[in-house]
């Protein structure tokens, strides 16, 4: 059974930086489909980016050139680097993950494993 972990959440002023980090096993990683996704107090759960085993990343449009998705196959780690954060991307922040999967998308139910979350708010 595969397993997602995540960490690297905090709290942070507007303008600040943070990097969330998702650690799996029980899974072959590197044949995998990666994703990040958030979810706001009463609002859905969205997607953030994502990133293929083909390389190919895309974005939430309003997180882009601010956020970075990236992958460590020989550690089975992938990364969301966070910055100029503003109060609006405050949620609480997954990590998802697909298997035998090349081209990753922004849908919920294409994921089949998920972190628990790790909380990151930002203050104005």
């Known amino acids: 059974q595969a397993h997602l972990k995540e960490s690297g959440g905090g709290s942070v002023q507007a303008g600040g930086s943070l990097r969330l980090s998702c650690t799996a096993s029980?899974?072959?990683?590197?044949?995998?489909?990666v994703a990040w996704f958030r979810q706001a107090p009463g609002k859905e759960r969205e997607g953030v980016a994502i990133?293929?085993?083909?390389?190919?990343?895309d974005y939430l449009d309003s997180v882009k050139g601010r956020f970075t998705i990236s992958r460590d196959n020989s550690k089975n780690r992938h990364d969301l680097q966070m910055v100029d954060l503003k109060p609006e991307d405050t949620a609480m922040y997954f990590c998802?993950?697909?298997?035998?999967?090349?081209?990753?998308?922004?849908?919920?139910?294409?994921?089949?494993?998920w972190g628990q979350g790790t909380q990151v708010s930002v203050s104005s």
């Open positions: 998802a993950a697909r298997p035998d999967c090349v081209r990753a998308v922004f849908a919920r139910a294409y994921y089949d494993y």
């Open positions: 029980g899974v072959i990683y590197d044949s995998t489909c």
């Open positions: 990133l293929g085993r083909d390389g190919r990343t």
